[in-house]
């Protein structure tokens, strides 16, 4: 069953205005970690944000913001004022406990944003 | 700044090939990844490995092994490379005990086998 569901494969945005891009999860532990990564079309991924589980503030760095709905198990990414360097893929991954101790992250199929001049 | 290097951006390689990928991290993290990345399906974890000499299965193991004999180096195998293993390769490594936990990526390389 796909644990992490980016439903928006590709978007449009205006350059200067907001986009938000979706990202819906699925798992029954209860301490779970929530990142948002950037991948250029020099292939890198970055690190953009990151939300636990237990934060009781939405994650906000720069422009970038999750709005974090536990209930509905969402973490979309916000970003405010577009500005060209954005367009790129942009993908969503859970971190979750494994029985051995250890951690395993899990990513979304991506949305790749186009941001118009 | 973490810097995770990967020893290839571009590998060419044959059916039937052994294929080495490398992977270096100098921060001194003790968890290494290694992901394969296709169209529509993200990146899918392969093998990780937490410690030294430690390694784990991922979701598709299969037609891979991995080798972690100093901490800084995860390498990545293809016993006999095969089409369906064209893809691009994603190296990354994190450090347990940090909040986040947040992993850090290498540039990729990007494997054809013909």
């Known amino acids: 069953a796909q644990k992490i569901t980016q439903t928006q494969p590709g978007m449009f945005v205006q350059e200067k205005e907001a986009v938000t891009l979706d990202c819906t999860y699925d798992?029954?532990?209860?301490?779970?970690?929530l990142f948002w990564y950037k991948q250029p079309s020099s292939g890198e991924m970055i690190f953009l944000i990151y939300q636990g589980s237990y934060d009781q503030q939405n994650a906000t760095e720069g422009r970038y913001s999750l709005n974090f709905q536990k209930a509905r198990k969402s973490a979309n990414l916000v970003i405010s004022a577009s500005q060209l360097g954005d367009s790129a893929m942009y993908f969503c991954?859970?971190?979750?406990?494994?029985?051995?101790?250890?951690?395993?992250?899990?990513f979304g199929a991506g949305t790749r944003l186009f941001v118009k001049a | 700044d973490v810097k995770v290097t990967q020893s290839s951006r571009y590998l060419v390689k044959r059916t039937g090939e052994k294929v080495f990928l490398e992977c270096v991290q100098d921060m001194d993290h003790e968890n290494m990844f290694w992901y394969r990345q296709d169209p529509g399906l993200g990146l899918r974890l392969i093998y990780f490995s937490y410690d030294v000499k430690m390694k784990e299965k991922g979701d598709i193991p299969e037609g891979y092994s991995v080798s972690r004999e100093k901490k800084e180096r995860f390498s990545l195998i293809l016993e006999s490379a095969s089409t369906n293993q064209t893809s691009m390769y994603l190296c990354?490594?994190?450090?347990?005990?940090?909040?986040?936990?947040?992993?850090?990526f290498g540039p990729g390389t990007r494997l054809t086998v013909l």
């Open positions: 798992t029954s532990d209860p301490s779970y970690g």
């Open positions: 991954a859970m971190r979750e406990p494994l029985n051995t101790g250890g951690f395993k992250t899990i």
């Open positions: 990354a490594s994190s450090q347990t005990g940090l909040s986040t936990d947040t992993q850090y």
